[in-house]
């Protein structure tokens, strides 16, 4: 593997779990971090532990033109980016029949098309730099579909699509991975306000695996040689049978 020092990394979804433990690790292996999330105060307490190395922008990533706005932030601060994590996701898993359609729209808005902008947002000053790596966070959802989880396993099939895709068409100049976690100990069952659905899920949550184990998987991908992909990783709990 090669030394990420002096790498600038683009996170989205940097206020906690994931992300926040993501930028840590970044960090950690040298990078330097532009951090993106809606809450300010999460951000800033964030920058305050990593130090110098890292910088923030408060960024919600519906926002078509938030999101070029924080490309130009990182690029302004650090002189350019070589990485951007597509890590902001929701997950208010429900039942179909629950009829929960602001739900729905919230998804694929923030999993999907947050998605989206961020690889607008990222792929014109790597192009011009001639490299660049795009790691999105998908999900063991995009790989098997659940009850409950229709519309959630639907955006995150989108996002391995929407991967694949990219890495078809950029192959050679642009690297694209795709870190699909299982159950992992964070915010995102907060997320569900169905009673009966997050009731179910509990089981699953009880053998949740840190942050941490998402975050050295996506130092691991970005550490390799230039001519090496890492393009898709599935990390669950070993005791997860979903």
């Known amino acids: 593997m090669i030394a990420l020092e002096g790498k600038v990394v683009v996170i989205t979804g940097a206020s906690s779990g994931i992300g926040a433990a993501t930028a840590k690790a970044l960090v950690e292996a040298g990078a330097s971090v532009m951090l993106a999330a809606r809450r300010a105060d999460?951000?800033?307490?964030?920058?305050?532990?990593?130090?110098?190395?890292?910088?923030?922008?408060?960024?919600?990533?519906?926002?078509k033109q938030q999101v070029l706005d924080l490309a130009q932030a990182?690029?302004?601060?650090?002189?350019?980016?070589?990485?951007?994590?597509?890590?902001?996701?929701?997950?208010?898993?429900?039942?179909?029949?629950?009829?929960?359609?602001?739900?729905?729209?919230?998804?694929?808005?923030?999993?999907?098309?947050?998605?989206?902008?961020g690889i607008h947002a990222a792929i014109g000053a790597m192009l011009e730099q001639g490299?660049?790596?795009?790691?999105?966070?998908?999900?063991?959802?995009?790989?098997?579909?659940?009850?409950?989880?229709?519309?959630y396993c639907g955006t995150k099939f989108a996002v391995r699509a929407i991967s694949e895709g990219m890495r078809h068409e950029l192959a050679g100049r642009i690297r694209v991975t795709i870190i699909s976690p299982g159950a992992v100990a964070t915010e995102l069952a907060d997320h569900i306000t169905s009673s009966q659905?997050?009731?179910?899920?509990?089981?699953?949550?009880?053998?949740a695996i840190p942050s941490k184990a998402i975050a050295d998987a996506v130092v691991y991908a970005l550490s390799q040689p230039r001519d090496v992909s890492i393009n898709e990783m599935i990390i669950r709990p070993s005791a997860q049978e979903l």
């Open 42 to 63: 999460r951000l800033d307490a964030l920058v305050a532990e990593l130090g110098e190395k890292a910088a923030a922008h408060v960024t919600n990533v519906v926002d």
């Open 131 to 151: 490299f660049g790596d795009v790691v999105n966070v998908a999900s063991i959802a995009g790989h098997l579909v659940f009850p409950s989880g229709a519309v």
């Open 197 to 207: 659905v997050k009731e179910g899920l509990q089981p699953v949550l009880d053998v």
């Open 74 to 117: 990182a690029i302004k601060r650090f002189g350019r980016i070589d990485a951007w994590v597509n890590n902001a996701g929701l997950m208010p898993l429900s039942m179909l029949e629950e009829g929960k359609v602001d739900e729905w729209d919230r998804m694929v808005d923030v999993n999907i098309k947050g998605v989206l902008y």
